[in-house]
């Protein structure tokens, strides 16, 4: 994708990856818009990205998707880059029964349900555009999972699925359909302790690597997969899947 002269709205944009990439593409000249719920964070960081707008929306509600979305046609009619990069990470017990539930269900609705109802909501607008892209961020857990994590896999499996079933739909127009697939990175998406975790890449070295990973017209398959990803994204074609598996479940 084009680095400059985009409109951009970052879903999960109030944190982590999605905070930096809005920072990297604001310093690029980009018109960004940031969205999450904690509306003190949104005024936070525009306040020092001037020119940086957010708008908080709770991606639980489908109702309050549709009235985001309806603000965002409106006041960015221009919008060409959709980056539906949001989402939760949250421990089930599935042997807990019933009250282990919610979990899946919150996580379902946040990190697929959300995806699949912003981009329809905004599809025509995009469409519009001389050149547009839709992004989404999976994981690499999306293709080996971490048991203790079920839903939140799965909904990132989903993802990888239902990207490459959009990009087919989408291979006549002028929109590229892109995948975010993160490694294990110094965030808060598991709580305070992963952001200082040795074992995850830092933020900063993740957010260098991606940025010139998209200015590569066509990554291939339209993945963007920094190269500590790999080992999770290839595990299955090297046949080094139950190695990995393995690895990723000692506990
Ligand atoms: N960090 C990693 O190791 C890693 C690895 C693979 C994939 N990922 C993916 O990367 C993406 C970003 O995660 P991160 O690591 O940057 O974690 P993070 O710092 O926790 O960011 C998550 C973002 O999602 C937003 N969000 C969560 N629930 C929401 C809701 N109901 N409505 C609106 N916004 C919501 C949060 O904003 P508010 O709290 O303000 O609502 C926050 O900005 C996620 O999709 C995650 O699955 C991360």
Request: aromatic share 6%; hydrophobic share 45%; proline share 5%.
């Amino acid at each position: 994708m084009k680095l400059t002269g985009n409109t951009i709205l970052i879903t999960g944009g109030t944190s982590g990856i999605g905070q930096a990439l809005a920072h990297q593409f604001h310093q690029r000249g980009n018109t960004v818009l940031i969205a999450g719920r904690r509306q003190q964070e949104l005024d936070r960081i525009t306040a020092a990205h001037p020119g940086m707008h957010g708008i908080a929306v709770d991606l639980t509600d489908p109702a309050a998707i549709t009235a985001f979305a309806t603000r965002v046609r409106t006041d960015f009619p221009q919008l060409n880059v959709l980056m539906n990069n949001a989402g939760i990470m949250v421990e089930e017990d599935l042997s807990a029964g019933i009250s282990a539930f919610a979990v899946a269900q919150r996580t379902i609705q946040t990190n697929i349900t959300s995806v699949l109802q912003l981009t329809a909501e905004l599809m025509p607008t995009l469409l519009a555009q001389d050149s547009a892209t839709i992004l989404a961020t999976t994981s690499g857990l999306a293709f080996v999972p971490r048991a203790n994590f079920p839903a939140y896999c799965g909904s990132k499996a989903f993802l990888h699925s239902w990207l490459q079933s959009l990009r087919q739909q989408l291979r006549g127009t002028q929109v590229q359909v892109l995948e975010l697939a993160p490694p294990y990175v110094q965030t808060e998406l598991t709580g305070a302790h992963q952001a200082t975790d040795p074992n995850a890449m830092p933020l900063a070295d993740y957010i260098a690597e991606v940025m010139q990973l998209l200015a590569v017209p066509e990554p291939p398959r339209g993945e963007v997969l920094v190269e500590r990803v790999k080992v999770l994204r290839d595990a299955e074609r090297k046949g080094e899947y139950e190695k990995v598996f393995g690895f990723l479940n000692q506990d």
